[in-house]
């Protein structure tokens, strides 16, 4: 059974910064494009950042260029999302989920399976 378990969410403050982890079972990770996507409250999943299988490519959407940093353990099965700069409008809910390969680099498409978005780990950034 493939499972994608989030963490490291919280509330911060503007400017502050978190590292969000994405610990993988049931597959071999290195195998797998796989990305981060947010969904706010009332509005649509959105593609934050996502990598191919070699990592040779990433994807960052254009809201997180400069301030999130994505990284992989394939060893530890786990990838990370290491988010700096932080603003209220990052906000959300954060998930890790494979992506269609495809795709990348020019954008971030999940796999069109709900199974794969598990409970997530929120965001808050607010004074």
């Known amino acids: 059974q493939l499972q994608f378990v989030t963490s490291g969410g919280g509330l911060v403050q503007p400017g502050g910064s978190l590292r969000l982890s994405c610990a993988t079972s049931?597959?071999?990770?290195?195998?797998?494009?796989i990305g981060w996507f947010l969904q706010a409250p009332g509005k649509e999943r959105e593609g934050v950042s996502c990598?191919?299988?070699?990592?040779?490519?990433?994807n960052y959407a254009d809201s997180v260029k400069g301030r999130f940093t994505l990284s992989r353990d394939n060893a530890r099965s786990t990838m990370y999302l290491q988010m700096n700069s932080l603003k209220p409008e990052d906000t959300a809910a954060y998930y890790c989920v494979p992506v269609l390969p495809s795709f990348l680099p020019q954008s971030c498409v999940p796999i069109p399976d709900d199974d794969y978005w598990g409970q997530g780990t929120q965001v808050t950034v607010s004074s």
């Open positions: 990598t191919n299988i070699s990592g040779a490519f990433t």
């Open positions: 049931g597959f071999t990770l290195e195998n797998v494009a």
